[in-house]
């Protein structure tokens, strides 16, 4: 392979083309808006968070009338195009029980619990979201990585999550993942893939069949959150209540502008060769991912493929439309060049396609969830590149919200707006963008053998100098 291999740039995720193209995830139309209408509740958003809210507000009140509103389709943005890792947030539970003690012990507990009931949920609901719980793999692949190996198992003993981290050497990693990058680094039990597109179709569709009214090819371009009224080109919905689930296009509102860093990530998808996963040992499906701050995410799919995943500094596109977060080439070329790294034995295997999205990335990298003044409205974003599983207690958090429930979700420290907001511009700007390049710098460096750099290291380290939850 050549340097000037690039896989297809794709406006759909794999994942979403494979779902689209069976009956079952494709579903019935769901036409845009045409005229006002009114509801009683109004979603802002259709990806997991928005579609599991409406899930649970109609558990909770099934003659409720719920709107979500997409301006793609529901599964368009990162819900349909992320890597499908199902996690809970054992990686935040030091920051969770450092700022909240047994109430963020709590918290770490109920976003687990949200790991095995998304499988209960395509069980009962009879989704074939290729739902598999073999945890996950971690490890370092330069030597600077190493202690980050032997402190996350250390962390996790001392914080009571030793049975979640278990502790694995070179050779026994690599009798599960056999490539030359591997290190030394833990499995974490607690842990699960699905296929992204058709868990969010499959959604979608229940949803549909339980009477929420999906409004699809419908962007929202003014909203106002203390009479909540969203409106579109296509007419205005009125309700009396709103949640926004918009991921990282929230940062368009004022009240997050400050509350949420932008970040791009990439993956890129090859061929499928089922028999040089067998080769090199990685037969147990599960998610892998190195200890970089800029990390590498990758696994296997049904039919061999591997999609390889990184993250980038680099965010394209701006606009509120899914398919202009889509792709990036200097984003889908690094991640080429780390694919051939990682797996050398995959020599011949095209990658045949890359697709991107936005993170939301929150600044103690801790989703939040909140009502805005009015008390109508509420929110739930800052996932930070891990929302498959947290965005299933999300939805149990904003329904509560919505009603009025006081529960175990909505008593949950996360649940009332708590977050750290970032510097004011023009310092937010420049630093999201300095910072986010030193950081994948200087992982790329170590990753080569070379040292940082000490200006490199300087800016990468400076969020976390700053109190944030954030880089090395
Ligand atoms: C490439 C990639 C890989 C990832 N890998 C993983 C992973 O392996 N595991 C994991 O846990 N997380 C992963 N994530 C993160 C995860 O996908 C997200 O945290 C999660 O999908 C967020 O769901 P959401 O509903 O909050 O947002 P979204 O899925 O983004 O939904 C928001 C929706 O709002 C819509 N929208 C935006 N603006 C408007 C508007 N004006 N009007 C109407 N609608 C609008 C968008 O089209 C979008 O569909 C990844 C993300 C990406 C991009």
């Not at 290729?130 to 971690?138: C, T, V």
């Not at 040089?276 to 061999?304: I, K, N, Q």
């Not at 170590?446 to 380290?461: C, K, V, W």
Request: charged fraction near 25%.
């Amino acid at each position: 392979m050549t340097d000037l291999e690039l896989p297809r740039p794709a406006r759909r995720s794999w994942w979403l083309e494979e779902a689209l193209a069976l009956p079952e995830f494709a579903g019935p139309e769901a036409p845009p808006l045409a005229g006002d209408v009114t509801a009683d509740v109004v979603i802002l958003g259709g990806g997991y968070t928005g579609m599991w809210s409406a899930w649970f507000l109609k558990e909770r009140q099934p003659d409720l009338d719920v709107v979500i509103l997409e301006a793609d389709i529901c599964g368009g943005g990162p819900s349909g195009r992320n890597g499908g890792f199902l996690n809970g947030q054992y990686d935040e539970a030091d920051v969770l029980i450092e700022r909240h003690g047994d109430e963020g012990r709590r918290t770490v507990e109920l976003f687990a619990r949200a790991i095995d009931e998304v499988g209960a949920w395509c069980e009962v609901n009879d989704v074939d979201a290729w739902y598999e719980r073999p945890g996950q793999l971690g490890f370092s692949t330069n030597p600077s990585h190493d202690a980050k190996a032997a402190q996350t198992v250390e962390w996790a003993r001392e914080l009571g999550y030793g049975d979640v981290y278990e502790p694995l050497t070179n050779e026994q990693l690599k009798a599960r993942f056999d490539s030359p990058v591997v290190r030394t680094g833990f499995r974490v039990s607690h842990g699960g893939t699905v296929h992204p597109a058709r868990l969010a179709r499959g959604l979608r569709n229940a949803l549909l069949a339980r009477g929420v009214r999906i409004f699809e090819g419908t962007p929202i371009v003014r909203f106002d959150a203390r009479r909540p009224a969203a409106e579109t080109p296509f007419g205005v919905v009125r309700a009396g209540r709103a949640i926004v689930a918009l991921n990282a296009w929230a940062r368009a509102m004022r009240d997050f502008r400050r509350s949420l860093l932008l970040r791009g990530t990439y993956i890129v998808m090859s061929a499928p060769a089922p028999e040089r996963l067998e080769a090199m040992r990685w037969t147990g499906g599960e998610g892998v991912y190195d200890l970089r701050t800029s990390l590498h995410y990758l696994r296997p799919t049904r039919d061999g493929r591997i999609a390889f995943g990184g993250s980038s500094y680099r965010v394209t596109g701006r606009g509120a439309d899914s398919a202009s977060y889509g792709y990036d080439p200097r984003s889908a070329s690094a991640l080429v060049r780390d694919f051939r790294r990682w797996f050398p034995s995959f020599d011949g295997v095209p990658l045949e396609t890359s697709w991107g999205g936005p993170i939301d990335v929150a600044g103690l990298h801790v989703p939040f969830f909140g009502t805005l003044p009015g008390g109508v409205t509420h929110y739930g974003l800052g996932f930070t590149g891990n929302g498959v599983g947290p965005c299933h207690l999300g939805g149990k958090i904003l329904s509560g919200l919505a009603l009025g429930v006081e529960d175990e979700a909505t008593s949950l420290p996360i649940s009332d707006g708590d977050r750290r907001r970032f510097p004011p511009e023009p310092l937010f700007s420049i630093g999201e963008r300095v910072v986010g390049r030193a950081i994948v710098r200087r992982d790329d460096r170590m990753d080569a053998g070379r040292p940082p750099g000490r200006l490199t290291d300087l800016l990468a380290r400076l969020p976390r100098r700053l109190g944030f939850g954030l880089g090395p």
